[in-house]
């Protein structure tokens, strides 16, 4: 295993993002992830489909350390981040959106998105008040901006319709320049212009950032990634291209029907 930062620097360069190796997840005797194998490229951009209870979310507490894997290996850009807790594999570029949204709705949008910045930089303990020409700042209204969310950079986040309230959590899962992010359901909820809007700022994201996104409505995890994984009942059941998968019998029948709807996997 990598020790030295150059030793990491040398793995990652010629590794996978993620490498996942029989990962399995136990809940007493209840096997909610089965030998999970998979393997994402640096930049790739992966949809994880299934109905409810397949295992989707489950599978981004292991890769997140949220809730380790019983069994099984997983490697960040090449280093075995298996037992590490979710800050460590956060200081090395991973980035998750949750289903629940934790924002602070008390503050404004760019305080937000600032303090996120904040919180991932080394100077993330100092009482210094920032000042406005702070880098962080520029860092923090670069951000607003990619998530087409200047307008209303200065309100409260409890003043933002659902949709944009989404929109700031992907600004904020890109602070402190991310090399992957683990998007949990970003379209939950969102109305039919939100939702273009969504497919607009993930297909313009910066090329080097992969991602994986879990999501029950097809049409935008089809239309924002290259590759996709099927899972059913915590065991990959199919990958291939969009365009295989939604063509696919065995996944029409057993998920489009139920594809489109809302709740846990």
């Known amino acids: 295993m990598p020790t030295t930062v150059a030793e990491r620097l040398s793995a990652a360069g010629t590794a996978n993002a993620l490498d996942l190796r029989g990962v399995t997840r ?36 292991c890769i997140t350390g949220d809730f380790p894997p019983t069994s099984g290996i997983i490697r960040f850009f090449g280093e075995d981040v ?33 303090l996120a910045c904040r919180g991932v930089s080394r100077g993330r ?3 210094i008040r920032p000042r406005r020409d702070d880098g962080l700042m520029q860092s923090a209204l670069d951000l607003v901006d990619a998530v087409h969310l200047t307008d209303v950079k200065d309100r409260l986040v ?25 998007f949990d359901e970003p379209a939950a909820g969102l109305s039919p212009t939100e939702r273009r809007e969504l497919v607009e700022i993930l297909t313009s994201l ?17 239309r924002v990634v290259e590759s996709v994984t099927m899972m059913h009942n915590g065991r990959i059941f199919k990958e291939g291209r969009p365009e295989e998968i939604e063509s696919d019998p065995e996944v029409q029948e057993l998920y489009l029907g139920g594809a489109h709807g809302g709740g846990h996997g």
């Open 26 to 61: 136990m809940f007493g005797a209840l096997a909610a992830l089965v030998d999970i194998t998979l393997s994402v490229r640096p930049g790739e951009r992966r949809a994880v489909l299934g109905s409810n209870g397949a295992g989707k979310t489950t599978l981004f507490n």
């Open 206 to 222: 910066p090329k080097h950032i992969g991602y994986i996104i879990i999501e029950h409505d097809m049409d935008v995890a089809l």
């Open 82 to 114: 298996t037992s590490f807790p979710p800050h460590e594999r956060i200081r090395r570029g991973l980035r998750r959106t949750y289903q629940i949204s934790a924002l602070f709705t008390g503050l404004a949008v760019i305080d937000n998105v600032y």
């Open 158 to 182: 409890s003043e933002l319709s659902y949709g944009q309230q989404r929109q700031l959590e992907v600004a904020l899962a890109l602070a402190g320049a991310p090399r992957f992010i683990l």
């Open 125 to 127: 303990f100092s009482l």
